[in-house]
């Protein structure tokens, strides 16, 4: 079964713009991931925030967690067309212990 | 240094049918999980084991479902009596293990099954 929900599940969005996903979760965590996938194949992962994090930057990346509302949020700034993938969030709830995923954010990016 | 490989990439195989999966984590790796995703979902988990022994096996959906780490490197998921609804893509990732590095996990490309 999957850990929560993830909203919006697609979006579409002009190069240049931000793109924001949503991800909820059901249970607690030790940490949180986001993982892109390309043609439903391989998942590359992109960032991690522990739970007593809140906020986590990565290049044009930025991740918020806020465990009180079980909820994490990703951003991707000035997006380009190579960003277009379906994104993917993941709870852990202990160190390196299994992941849970959430259904997936499908993002398109327009030229 | 070489990802997480899995072999085959592709597996059309008919219902009733044995089938074996494989994957070469990275070299060094002491973790490995193994996924599974349909079409349109998030993966979800079914074994992960530390060097050789399954340290979770719970996401197995049932005893037609089965995995070996022998050597504590490759692993083989294995599928007995296949069934449609076992189509999906199988996904393996590997960790380190280390603590403050165990907790990123690298996955394969994955083995797309079809069972007709």
């Known amino acids: 079964s999957q850990q929560g929900e993830e909203d919006p599940q697609a979006l579409s969005i002009q190069e240049g713009e931000n793109a924001t996903m949503n991800c909820s979760y059901k249970?607690?965590?030790?940490?949180l991931q986001w993982y892109r996938q390309n043609s439903g194949r391989g998942l590359v992962h992109l960032i991690l925030i522990r739970s007593n994090e809140r906020e986590k930057h990565s290049g044009r990346l930025r991740v918020t967690l806020d465990t009180s509302k079980k909820s994490s949020s990703l951003l991707i700034t000035a997006s380009r067309a190579a960003d277009t993938a379906s994104y993917f969030c993941a709870g852990a709830k202990a160190a390196g212990n299994k992941l849970t995923f959430g259904g997936g954010t499908r993002v398109l990016v327009k030229p | 240094g070489a990802g997480v490989s899995q072999t085959p990439s592709n597996k059309v195989t008919e219902k009733g049918k044995y089938v074996e999966l494989r994957c070469d984590p990275i070299s060094g790796h002491t973790a490995l999980y193994w996924y599974r995703q349909s079409l349109g979902q998030g993966p979800e988990f079914l074994i992960y084991f530390q060097g050789t022994g399954a340290a979770d096996d719970s996401g197995l959906p049932n005893d037609r479902f089965f995995a070996v780490r022998p050597e504590g490197s490759v692993s083989t998921l294995k599928i007995q009596r296949t069934e449609r609804g076992d189509s999906a893509v199988y996904l393996c990732?590997?960790?380190?293990?280390?603590?403050?590095?165990?907790?990123?996990?690298?996955f394969g490309p994955g083995t797309r099954l079809t069972v007709l």
């Open positions: 249970t607690s965590i030790n940490n």
């Open positions: 990732a590997s960790s380190t293990g280390l603590a403050g590095e165990r907790d990123t996990q690298y």
